[in-house]
């Protein structure tokens, strides 16, 4: 089991897709290159992180926000989850994450002002430092679903 807190916070999960091109409910066509991404999100209602984290891992489920196009794709392969308890810093790292890393334009930010809440990570290792030190991250692996 995924040892994710029930408390309320944000969130970032860390993974690699293969090529992906998807239209989202509302139609908006996305297209994703191989490679590993960061989706950040904030979990502050009813079950907090854990309940979205492990929503966000299950591959069968009702696709309501865009991140579901992707973590029902069969190449979806998370690793990680950066987990900020306590904290509302959903827009905060968005921006931050998007100073050193390639967004990907209108993804998962249709409720606030960010760019974008999805990015394409080339150097891994760098922005897990970088966030750990100015954000303070628990960092929680993913084992690999069959």
């Known amino acids: 089991m995924l040892d994710v807190p029930e408390k309320k916070g944000s969130y970032c999960v860390v993974f690699?897709?293969?090529s992906l091109s998807f239209e989202t409910k509302g139609g908006r066509p996305f297209f994703l290159e191989n490679g590993v991404y960061v989706y950040v999100g904030s979990a502050f209602g009813t079950g907090g992180?854990?309940?979205r984290v492990l929503r966000h891992l299950r591959r069968e489920k009702r696709k309501h926000w865009h991140f579901d196009f992707i973590t029902t794709h069969p190449s979806f392969k998370p690793f990680e989850v950066w987990l900020f308890?306590?904290?509302r810093v959903e827009c905060e790292l968005?921006?931050?994450i998007g100073k050193v890393t390639e967004p990907v334009e209108g993804f998962g930010s249709t409720d606030c002002g960010c760019p974008s809440h999805l990015f394409r990570v080339e150097d891994l290792t760098l922005l897990k430092r970088m966030v750990?030190?100015?954000f303070s991250a628990k960092i929680v692996r993913v084992s690999q679903r069959g």
């Open 16 to 18: 690699s897709i293969d």
């Open 49 to 51: 992180l854990k309940r």
């Open 85 to 87: 308890e306590g904290k």
């Open 94 to 96: 968005a921006s931050f």
């Open 132 to 134: 750990e030190n100015s």
